[in-house]
């Protein structure tokens, strides 16, 4: 599989910028628990993440990253808990084939972005690491790139 094939280059430079910061980027930053490689990606004055705690009911939702610290902390624990487990196949290979970004607005400078995540990872012992969730990112055209300044994460496929 070759994971550095931008869906959305033939569509705009933004859709294609995009895809390679929420996708690419993002799984390579993961598999290597590398949180520098991404950390220029987000606005961290502007943003906040939503946790939906894989619930429709909005009611149930919470504001647990109302800074990008709690985030990057959050983010890192996940990457280490999957780097520890035993994969049949690259970690980065797994995430990549679990994803993708199936709509995509952009309005002005700003963006809306749906990510699924929807596949299983092999692990050596014969069990399964399920991946079926998905995202709405919120991105901001800052300067000369786009900037991640929100997300309403984990919520139900």
């Known amino acids: 599989m070759d994971v550095s094939k931008n869906p959305f280059e033939h569509v705009s430079k933004d859709h294609a910028a995009i895809w390679q910061m929420l ?3 993002d799984i390579e930053a993961f598999a290597k628990s590398d949180w520098m490689l991404i950390a220029d990606d987000f606005l961290q004055d502007k ?12 009611h149930e939702w919470q504001l647990d990253f109302p800074i990008l610290k709690d985030y990057r902390d959050s ?17 980065i ?20 972005v749906w990510k699924k995540f929807n596949g299983e990872i092999k692990l050596v012992d ?20 786009w900037k991640i300044i929100g997300f309403i994460g984990y919520l139900p496929l």
């Open 93 to 112: 290979i797994g995430i990549h084939k679990a994803t993708t970004i199936e709509k995509m607005q952009i309005k002005s400078n700003k963006a809306a």
């Open 75 to 91: 983010w890192l624990a996940q990457s280490q808990l999957s780097r520890n487990k035993q994969y049949i196949e690259p970690l």
């Open 23 to 25: 996708v690419y980027r």
């Open 47 to 58: 943003f906040y993440g939503i946790n939906a705690r894989f619930s429709t009911d909005p």
């Open 126 to 145: 014969g069990t399964s690491e399920i991946l079926k969730w998905q995202t709405i990112y919120f991105c901001e055209y800052h300067n000369t790139s």
